[in-house]
Structure formats: structure tokens, C-alpha cells
Nanobody
Framework: QLQLVESGGGLVQPGGSLRLSCAAS??????VAWFRQAPGKEREGVSC????????MYAESVKGRFTVSRDNAENTVFLQMNSLTPEDTGVYYC??????????????????????WGRGTQVTVSS
């Protein structure tokens, strides 16, 4: 079973940048989505990248600031986050799902579509 491990979170000042990573053996087969959850709020979809990396999705709140990419040779997906604001604070999760190659070739940021989750990495944006 796919075991997703996030890394790269931390404390950053407003306007700063972080790069998150999501790694797992065999991840090159799967689409991957990033979600985040702030205290007291629902988990929300941030971005998605399909298995080949040619389909990308972003939430409106992060468009132009966040970039999702993948290195299938390294079985890793990245989320580059620039121009961070305090509203970006939260626990960031990567997620994927079981399914055929056709399923992995499309994208969605609907959390109910995903049944494989990492444990998350904390991102705090504060001065």
C-alpha cells in the first residue's frame, strides 16, 4: 500500500517561501493532491498533479503563488509555495487514491475522492 510521507514544512515570515515534498515508493503511478487544514477549519484542496505531470489544478487562493511538480524518477511530488501569507498557515497533506491508470491521469481537489493520506507537515506563516 502506498505510504505517503510529507516533509518541508516549517515557520516562515510573510512573503517567504517553502517547498514541500511528498514521497512514496511507487508514487510515479499515482496522481497526487495537496490539501491543507487550518485550526478550526475544514480540510481544503490546494493543488493536484496527475500521474504524468501534464495536468495541474490549483485552488483560486494559491494560483500564481504555488506550483506543483513531480519527479517520477525520484517518486516525489513537490509543492513550491511563494509569497506566503498568514492565511496559508495549516497542516499540509498529500493524498492519492487507488485506481486504474485512467483514474490516475485526471485531477481533482475534492477530498472525498482520496483514500490514501500522509500524516501532514505543519506550515506556519508568521512574523
Amino acid at each position: 500500500q502506498l505510504q505517503l510521507v510529507e516533509s518541508g514544512g516549517g515557520l516562515v515570515q510573510p512573503g517567504g517561501s517553502l517547498r514541500l515534498s511528498c514521497a512514496a515508493s511507487g508514487l510515479d503511478y499515482y496522481r497526487v493532491a495537496w490539501f491543507r487544514q487550518a485550526p478550526g477549519k475544514e480540510r481544503e484542496g490546494v493543488s493536484c498533479i496527475n500521474n504524468s505531470g501534464n495536468t495541474l489544478m490549483y485552488a483560486e487562493s494559491v494560483k500564481g503563488r504555488f506550483t506543483v511538480s513531480r519527479d517520477n524518477a525520484e517518486n516525489t511530488v513537490f509543492l513550491q509555495m511563494n509569497s506566503l501569507t498568514p492565511e496559508d498557515t495549516g497542516v499540509y497533506y498529500c493524498a492519492s487514491l487507488r485506481g486504474t491508470h485512467v483514474v490516475q491521469a485526471v485531477c481533482s481537489t475534492t477530498k472525498f475522492a482520496y483514500d490514501l493520506w500522509g500524516r501532514g507537515t505543519q506550515v506556519t506563516v508568521s512574523s
